[in-house]
């Protein structure tokens, strides 16, 4: 007899040969996004709080602040803002997608059927937009203040 993964026996149960490709993208870029995202919460962790560390007036952790200055001189203009700006947009995209997948994910394993897996998904796509809509509001501020 030979060894099936998981999915391979789920697949046999439900009579599949393969996953539907609606449930693989979901859990593909779940995977993936996580991935990404702890490079890219390093990366925002370690600019915010540990690099202005030798900015004028600051001498010891307790006394940094990070000002609304210090946040737009950064994403002003040149290839290092636009730097800045890419890994913002990829970091609120990929947070979006992976704390609301998570959510929906959630949602479809405390058993919510066809119509309430629609309503779900929609209302999260919906909640993600609008989110993402705010995030690059608030980046443009920055842009427009520097």
């Known amino acids: 007899m030979a060894v099936m993964n998981r999915m391979e026996q789920r697949a046999r149960q439900v009579g599949r040969t ?14 993936v ?6 490079g890219l919460l390093a990366a925002h962790i370690i600019v915010n709080h540990f690099t202005n560390l030798g ?32 890994i913002d947009l990829l970091l ?3 947070v979006l997608y992976h704390g609301l997948n998570g959510i929906r994910n959630i949602a479809l394993d405390m058993g919510v059927k066809k119509q309430g897996d629609r309503l779900v998904t ?15 509001a608030a980046l443009i501020a920055f842009q427009r203040y520097h």
């Open 122 to 136: 929609m209302t999260l796509t919906g909640i993600g937009v609008v989110a993402f809509g705010f995030g690059i």
């Open 18 to 31: 393969r996953p539907s490709s609606k449930t693989f993208y979901p859990w593909f870029f779940q995977r």
């Open 92 to 94: 609120l995209a990929f």
């Open 55 to 86: 900015a004028a007036g600051v001498s010891t952790r307790e006394t940094e602040l990070i000002t609304f200055e210090n946040v737009a001189h950064r994403l002003a203009g040149g290839l290092l803002g636009f730097t800045w700006w890419t």
């Open 33 to 38: 996004t996580g991935v990404f995202l702890v």
